[in-house]
C-alpha cells in the first residue's frame, strides 16, 4: 500500500488527521485507470494481465534481493550522492 507509513507499526504522528483518506481520493493511479477505461484503451482482462506482469516483476526483484549476498561494509557509501 503506497499510503502505509515509513515502517511497520509507524504511529504516524506526522500526519494530519484524514491526510489518507484525502490522497487515497485524489489518487492519480486509480484515476487514470477510470480515464482509460472511458476511452476504450483499458478493459479488465487487460488490467488483470499489467497487473500479473507487474507482481511477476516485483516477486523478482525482491527474490533477487533476498537471494543475493549482503554487501561489503566499505560499499554502503558506493554511488551516494548529495
Known sequence: D???GH???D???YRPK???EALRKND???KLGD?????GVLN???DQKLRAAVTERITEAYDF???SPYPKPEDALLHVFA
Open 2 to 4: 503506497r499510503y502505509l
Open 7 to 9: 515502517f511497520q507499526g
Open 11 to 13: 504511529p504516524e504522528t
Open 18 to 20: 484524514g491526510e489518507v
Open 28 to 30: 492519480p493511479i486509480p
Open 35 to 39: 480515464h482509460l477505461r472511458k476511452l
Open 44 to 46: 479488465d482482462a487487460l
Open 65 to 67: 534481493g533476498r537471494n
